[in-house]
């Protein structure tokens, strides 16, 4: 564990922005972390520093991203198909199979050194999941967790019609996470229909604005979200 802890993070939005960018400013700030908890190890502890954290929001224009573990097969998209679509592809170092982002879905980039918070990934995503658990309680709907799947997850009990609202998908090293959760706001469901979400061929998706019959105030879902995420991992958003 780290001799000096950080619970301070810093919230950063960054708006609209091609997924190869914002993975690109990912990848900075991860290796910078990683960087500091190298040196951090080879100097004594009055030497060492609090790593850094960050909580990043942004709205990807139209693309499909495959995991370390997904199969190329569950894109149904050729490459006319994906100008057609104007959506981009991108295999990418994360876990999970493929999914989808776009336009009306909030996607958020926790990178944390874990060390400053809890040493548990299955914790990390479960926390995840229940702040937009917690988010959806606010607008009147149930959601939770399928045994075996992760995400979050609409008929979750009874499961006559279960829907996924929420995807995750993490990369951690030397404790510290990248990449994170998509969550459907006002999100264009039929680009999922170009795709076998996250390998699932058996279950459906869904957005908030399709369960509610109305559009959904973005900015307000976001607040709500950071609220919940810094409330269960008890950090100090800056």
Same mark, same amino acid.
């Given at each position: 564990m780290n001799q000096i802890t950080n619970k301070k993070v810093k919230f950063i939005d960054l708006g609209v922005k091609d997924y190869k960018e914002a993975w690109d400013y990912q990848e900075d700030l991860f290796a910078q972390s990683v960087a500091m908890k190298i040196?951090?190890?080879?100097?004594?502890?009055?030497?060492?520093?609090?790593t850094n954290n960050y909580l990043l929001f942004v709205e990807h224009p139209h693309v499909y991203t495959l995991g370390k573990s997904g199969q190329a097969s569950h894109l149904l998209?050729?490459?006319?198909?994906?100008?057609?679509?104007?959506?981009n592809f991108y295999r990418i170092n994360r876990g999970g199979d493929i999914t989808y982002h776009g336009p009306g879905q909030l996607v958020?980039?926790? !990178? @944390?050194? %874990?060390e400053n918070f809890?040493?548990?990934?299955?914790?990390?995503?479960? &926390?995840?999941?229940?702040?937009? !658990? @917690?988010? %959806?309680?606010?607008?009147?709907?149930?959601?939770?967790?399928?045994?075996? &799947?992760?995400?979050?997850?609409l008929d979750h009990i009874g499961q006559n019609r279960?829907?996924?609202?929420?995807?995750?998908?993490v990369k951690t090293s030397r404790w510290i996470t990248m990449h994170g959760f998509a969550f459907n706001v006002n999100s264009d469901i039929d680009y999922f229909g170009n795709i076998?979400?996250?390998?699932?061929?058996?279950?459906?998706?869904?957005?908030?604005?399709?369960e509610l019959g109305r559009p959904v105030d973005e900015e307000e879902v976001k607040e709500k979200v950071k609220r919940h995420i810094a409330e269960l991992f008890e950090m100090e958003l800056e």
């Amino acid at each position: 564990m780290n001799q000096i802890t950080n619970k301070k993070v810093k919230f950063i939005d960054l708006g609209v922005k091609d997924y190869k960018e914002a993975w690109d400013y990912q990848e900075d700030l991860f290796a910078q972390s990683v960087a500091m908890k190298i040196a951090n190890r080879n100097s004594p502890p009055e030497k060492q520093t609090a790593t850094n954290n960050y909580l990043l929001f942004v709205e990807h224009p139209h693309v499909y991203t495959l995991g370390k573990s997904g199969q190329a097969s569950h894109l149904l998209l050729n490459e006319e198909g994906l100008k057609t679509k104007n959506a981009n592809f991108y295999r990418i170092n994360r876990g999970g199979d493929i999914t989808y982002h776009g336009p009306g879905q909030l996607v958020g980039y926790p !990178i @944390l050194d %874990l060390e400053n918070f809890f040493t548990d990934i299955h914790k990390y995503l479960r &926390l995840l999941e229940e702040a937009v !658990i @917690l988010t %959806l309680a606010e607008y009147g709907i149930e959601a939770g967790r399928i045994e075996g &799947l992760t995400g979050v997850w609409l008929d979750h009990i009874g499961q006559n019609r279960p829907r996924k609202i929420c995807a995750l998908g993490v990369k951690t090293s030397r404790w510290i996470t990248m990449h994170g959760f998509a969550f459907n706001v006002n999100s264009d469901i039929d680009y999922f229909g170009n795709i076998v979400p996250c390998g699932i061929t058996d279950k459906a998706v869904t957005s908030l604005h399709l369960e509610l019959g109305r559009p959904v105030d973005e900015e307000e879902v976001k607040e709500k979200v950071k609220r919940h995420i810094a409330e269960l991992f008890e950090m100090e958003l800056e």
